[in-house]
């Protein structure tokens, strides 16, 4: 089965006007990507080395800090590929990263270009506010993030639209009363 984020944009569309709601969970490979190869052979340096710090009196606390260390990368690392969490979900209300990442698109200021390099590329999402922190998409949630980027600019656009006419009907109200 693939990964939302590995579809075209036409499936997120259909699913955007079925449910208002597109979730991208992470990609089950999507944690090799950089920066994650680059620990792998900086780890086997260290694992191979570990044996002797093990045998050696003064290190022997290092080596035990780097064993529990790694033993908590690779469940995290587990804990990701077997739920596919932390999932990008863009609804009715914003877009959600995780749990504790929320931006609502009545504060979505603009969407910023791709940037990065190929195997870390990245798109960040400005709020009106300056001094509120951006989000920052990966390729980690959706392969293709330049087609994410025209998508998600449409719908952002769409939302605008349709809040519109409700915010001028609210300051209607307003004003009668």
Request: hydrophobic share 40%; proline share 6%; net charge positive.
């Amino acid at each position: 089965m693939t990964v939302m984020g590995e579809r075209l944009p036409e499936a997120w569309m259909v699913e955007w006007h079925r449910n208002s709601r597109v979730e991208f969970p992470l990609r089950r490979w999507s944690f090799l990507q950089f920066p994650g190869f680059l620990l792998v052979g900086y780890s086997a340096l260290t694992l191979g080395r570990l044996p002797d710090m093990l045998d050696d009196g003064g290190w022997r606390f290092l080596a035990y800090l780097l064993i529990a260390t790694y033993l908590g990368i690779v469940a995290v690392f587990a804990w990701q590929f077997v739920t596919q969490r932390p999932i990008l979900v863009i609804d009715h209300r914003g877009i959600h990263q995780g749990r504790r990442r929320f931006m609502p698109w009545t504060e979505i200021g603009s969407i910023g270009p791709v940037s990065g390099p190929k195997l870390a590329r990245q798109l960040h999402v400005y709020p009106k506010n300056i001094w509120a922190k951006h989000l920052i998409l990966t390729q980690q949630h959706v392969n293709d993030l330049q087609t994410f980027q025209t998508w998600l600019q449409e719908v952002l656009d769409e939302q605008r639209r349709t809040e519109s006419p409700r915010d001028d009907n609210d300051s209607d109200r307003r004003r009668t009363h």
